[in-house]
């Protein structure tokens, strides 16, 4: 398809990074090389008898939980990126490479450099992208926290922040790890208090849902930590501009925010090469099968992760857990067997209330969300699991699943 769309033949075979590979085994390339893509690549290294190849456009795997303490000046820039070739287990091939088109009729993925490379079975795990042209005046107006650079930038500006009105407001939804935000309020005002600006603040929150956010029971468990620390909640105010002139915040409903410093979750969507090779929905997701993982309509092809549409939130502990689903279903295909798992729709993430605190939010399809009250320890869990991070998740090797032998379950969505 792609080929005669270009008009002139790409070469083929990518070389990247020299690897061992076992020959005349099925191939199977990844696309992303984030939580989801890492685990599946390691999984399927690990069990033997595949050629993987994994493409990324991005050489070094990224820790993005831990963007969100960047701001606070609490965590080392280094410490939440490793390059793929050590997150990988020796047996994966590298294409550091944008992956741009496909063509599964023939088996085919067309890279950046013009360069294909083939496959029995596809996996697609490029994660989300953020297009702040959704929100205008959102470039130059406001600051986030979802990378590490715009995380750096929003530390320097913390760092002269004299006093004023400081609001933090959601765009579109979905986006990942939907707690993200109301932790970040927690420990934004932890941090000014630190620098002794108490009373001289004031800490805004908008969010287009009715209520807190878009689960009940994570609205029970946030509202009153929020409420204690006096933050104002604006509900159903859909962001849609930034004036910065007049340094106000305005909602399609109508409404107006003033503030001194803005800090907005940048809008997402799927990413380019999702929406160009048109595997998205009209937002750039991929239609994924809930519980098979497989991508709607294309038997070779698996999705996971962020790029998804599936009714979970977007977060790498669920990345995780579909990696398990996927490697184990694939080694079972590529032996002749039907795919024996199902993803069990598990989310888990500890999440920070400030003060040295925290909560948790774990549910599948069958459970909703019951966050415990905050306690020191959940922190404490929180702060191992980040500093275990590398040993535990990129290598698939957490003692904790996400999967269950195949039965047919009712379909629920909780975000
Ligand atoms: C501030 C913040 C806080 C968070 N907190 C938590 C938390 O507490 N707990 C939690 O579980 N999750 C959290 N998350 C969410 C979590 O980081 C993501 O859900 C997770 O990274 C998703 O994994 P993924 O593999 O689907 O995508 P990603 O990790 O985003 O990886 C996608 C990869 O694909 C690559 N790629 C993109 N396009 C292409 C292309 N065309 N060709 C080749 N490669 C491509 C990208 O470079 C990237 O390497 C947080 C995220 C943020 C931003």
Redesign the pocket.
């Known amino acids: 398809m792609f080929l005669a769309m270009r008009g002139e033949a790409p070469q083929v075979a990518s070389e990247g990074t020299p690897r061992a590979v076992s020959r005349g085994a099925p191939r199977v390339v990844v696309?992303?090389?984030?939580?989801?893509?890492v685990a599946v690549a390691n999984g399927l290294a690990r069990r033997g008898g595949f050629q993987v190849t994994l493409?990324?456009?991005?050489p070094y795997h990224?820790y993005?939980?831990g963007?969100?303490t960047v701001p606070f000046g609490q965590v080392k820039p280094d410490s939440l990126t490793r390059s793929l070739d050590r997150a990988l287990h020796r047996e994966v091939r590298v294409l550091p490479v944008?992956?741009?088109d496909l063509d599964p009729e023939s088996g085919v993925v067309l890279l950046k450099d013009r360069t294909t490379v083939a496959y029995d079975w596809l996996v697609l795990?490029?994660?989300?992208a953020y297009d702040l042209s959704l929100v205008k005046g959102f470039e130059g107006g406001a600051h986030h926290?979802?990378s590490l650079e715009a995380g750096l930038e929003l530390m320097s500006a913390l760092r002269s922040f004299s006093g004023g009105d400081v609001v933090l407001g959601l765009t579109t939804v979905p986006f990942?790890?939907p707690v993200?935000p109301l932790q970040f309020v927690a420990l934004l005002d932890d941090f000014l208090r630190r620098r002794r600006l108490g009373g001289r603040y004031r800490l805004h929150f908008l969010t287009p849902y009715p209520q807190l956010l878009g689960n009940k029971s994570v609205c029970e468990a946030y509202v009153p930590v929020l409420a204690r620390r006096g933050v104002e909640i604006r509900t159903g105010f859909t962001v849609e501009a930034v004036d910065r002139r007049r340094r106000r915040v305005i909602a399609q409903e109508g409404d107006e925010c003033p503030y001194d410093l803005l800090i907005l979750v940048p809008p997402h969507r799927g990413?380019k090469?999702v929406r160009e090779a048109g595997l998205g929905d009209r937002n750039g997701w991929i239609p994924t099968e809930r519980d098979t993982l497989k991508v709607v309509g294309k038997p070779h092809l698996y999705a996971?992760?962020?790029?998804t549409d599936l009714p979970v939130s977007?977060?790498?502990?669920s990345?995780h857990f579909q990696a398990e689903v996927v490697a184990r279903n694939l080694a079972a295909e590529a032996a002749g067997a039907a795919p024996p798992y199902e993803y069990s729709g598990r989310v888990l993430?500890l999440s920070e209330v400030g003060g040295g605190r925290a909560t948790m939010v774990s549910y599948d399809y069958d459970w909703p969300p019951m966050p415990p009250p905050p306690h020191r320890v959940l922190h404490l869990a929180r702060s191992l699991l980040d500093a275990a991070y590398w040993r535990l998740i990129p290598t698939g090797l957490s003692p904790l699943h996400g999967l269950k032998r195949r039965r047919k379950v009712a379909g629920r969505s909780w975000w």
């Open positions: 696309v992303g090389g984030g939580i989801g893509g493409v990324s456009d991005n990224v993005q939980p963007f969100l944008a992956a741009v795990a490029p994660g989300a926290f979802y990942k790890c993200a990413t090469f996971l992760g962020d790029a977007k977060t790498g502990a990345a993430c």
